[in-house]
């Protein structure tokens, strides 16, 4: 007797070969069991000769023509382009990703251009006191008396005239008789003195 | 990888590559053909194409999930291939579907179609239709996409698709039988 046959402690002894089969004896009987479930109950329903048989295969082929539908359209694609084509997309996602991007671009200069340039010209058509706005003249001299207050310049007294523009006849109507005698001995002192400092220097 | 998983990964940037290669490996047949049977010619669907999947990459993280990720990409390649049809019919200073028609007179020349008379016949009567009965027609007659799925890529009711398919259906019909 095989010692597999036979338990050790409880003494119980199986018939021969009985472990041997067992899993092939299952088995089968599984198979048995499921074909007996898988028949239909008494239903009076049949099916054609062979149906079962080529089901599997007629299956496929309808499968794969439903799966070949793009050929209804005629349509084909290059040799091998599906194989090709996962590369391109990446290599080309890798290319895009570093392109450098302006901080601005010219998209938002317009926007701001724009949007300055509506400001301003809506503050000169919008603003009824127009009258009131400085002239181009006025802040020339304005500008120019800011200029003279805040830098030291070397300016002569003509070229300061030829700025006012002060005509001829204008000039005839200056009395030079208004003048009192003590300015005009001032003035000279002054001018002497720097006079003097310099042919010293001389 | 299902498409909850699928969109989860995209979402993540770490594993977003892996999963845009799964998603390519997916998507990138159907999409092809929903293309070519807009733009006709293959190179410019190869463009619209990869157009197409470079927006999906670039803005996987707009993605709301409120339909499906496949709606979502088949709105996108929609889109873009009617940007680029009505693009080149500008530029020829043509209407869409004249651009289409001249195409698909060519059609018999190129390498990339292997059609019959019939199916060439068929591509004309189709490129004949309104833009968006095209769409409908090609869904629906050679992609067998639902009406519910066809709604969410197409932004219209099912009502609205169903007329627009029993209308395109009868003009391909009158073409078909007078050509």
Redesign the interface.
């Given at each position: 007797m095989n010692k597999n046959n036979k338990h050790i402690k409880t003494g119980f002894t199986t018939t021969d070969n009985y472990f041997n089969n067992f899993e092939e004896k299952l088995l089968n009987k599984l198979s048995i069991e499921k074909n007996e479930s898988a028949l239909p109950l008494e239903t009076g329903f049949a099916t054609p000769d062979s149906y079962f048989v080529n089901f599997e295969e007629k299956l496929s082929h309808k499968i794969s023509i439903e799966e070949n539908?793009?050929k209804?359209?005629?349509?084909?694609?290059?040799e091998n382009?599906?194989d090709n084509?996962?590369n391109?997309?990446?290599n080309?996602?890798t290319t895009?990703e570093t392109k450098i991007i302006k901080l601005f671009s010219k998209k938002q200069f317009l926007y701001v251009a724009s949007i300055a340039a509506i400001l301003v010209l809506s503050l000169f058509i919008l603003n009824p006191s127009n009258s009131n706005l400085p002239t181009f003249d006025d802040i020339e001299y304005v500008a120019f008396e800011e200029y003279l207050n805040t830098e030291d310049l070397d300016i002569s007294a003509l070229e300061l005239a030829d700025l006012y523009e002060i005509e001829t006849n204008e000039l005839d109507n200056i009395s030079f008789l208004n003048i009192e005698d003590e300015s005009i001995l001032e003035y000279l002192s002054e001018e002497t003195t720097s006079d003097d400092y310099y042919d010293s220097e001389l | 990888m299902t498409e909850q998983e699928l969109v989860t990964s995209l979402k993540n940037p770490s594993s977003l590559n892996n999963a845009?290669?799964e998603l390519?490996?997916q998507y990138?047949?159907r999409l092809?053909?929903h293309i070519?049977?807009i733009v006709?010619d293959?190179d410019d669907t190869?463009d619209v194409?990869?157009n197409t999947?470079?927006k999906v990459?670039?803005n996987i993280s707009k993605f709301k999930e409120d339909s499906k990720l496949y709606s979502w990409m088949y709105r996108i390649a929609t889109n873009e291939a009617i940007t680029f049809i009505n693009q080149r019919a500008k530029k020829n200073n043509s209407a869409t579907e004249e651009v289409q028609q001249t195409i698909l007179n060519n059609l018999t020349a190129d390498?990339?179609?292997?059609?019959?008379e019939a199916?060439?016949k068929l591509?004309k009567a189709i490129a004949t239709l309104p833009q968006k009965q095209q769409l409908v027609f090609n869904m629906k007659y050679?992609?067998?996409i639902k009406y519910r799925e066809m709604s969410e890529i197409l932004e219209t009711s099912e009502g609205a698709l169903k007329a627009s398919y029993h209308i395109a259906t009868k003009k391909i019909e009158e073409y078909i039988l007078n050509n």
């Open positions: 539908t793009q209804q359209t005629g349509f084909v694609a290059p382009y599906f084509l996962d391109e997309i990446l080309k996602i895009t | 845009f290669k390519l490996k990138k047949e092809y053909w070519r049977k006709i293959h190869d194409l990869q999947f470079i990459y670039k390498d990339h179609f292997d059609g019959d199916q060439l591509q050679f992609d067998a």
